[in-house]
């Protein structure tokens, strides 16, 4: 579910993985997949095995050119603190 916190086994909130997070925004974008393999040069069966969960494909470059072309920024709260309860 987007925008969803995940609940650790110390019931802490913890934000959605960064790689799930990429999913949910690509396969809510709004601009079809076709679009955004056309302007970032990453093939859209790439793009479609990852929304999907395949993870195949996704290089450090792959992702920092969809970063780029959907303008995407990262934002710290900090680490989590696996000993608080």
Do not use: C, H, W
């Not at 999913?23 to 997949?33: K, Y």
């Not at 302007?39 to 992702?63: E, P």
């Amino acid at each position: 579910m987007p925008g969803t916190m995940k609940k650790r086994s110390n019931a802490s909130a913890v934000p959605p993985l960064l790689s799930e997070q990429l999913r949910d925004i690509l396969a809510n974008a709004p601009v079809s997949r076709y679009a955004i393999a056309k302007a970032t040069g990453i093939r859209q069966s790439t793009l479609s095995r990852f929304v999907n969960g395949q993870r195949d494909g996704m290089t450090l470059a792959t992702i920092d050119a969809l970063g780029k072309y959907l303008r995407l920024t990262i934002t710290s709260a900090g680490p989590i603190d696996e000993g608080k309860e």
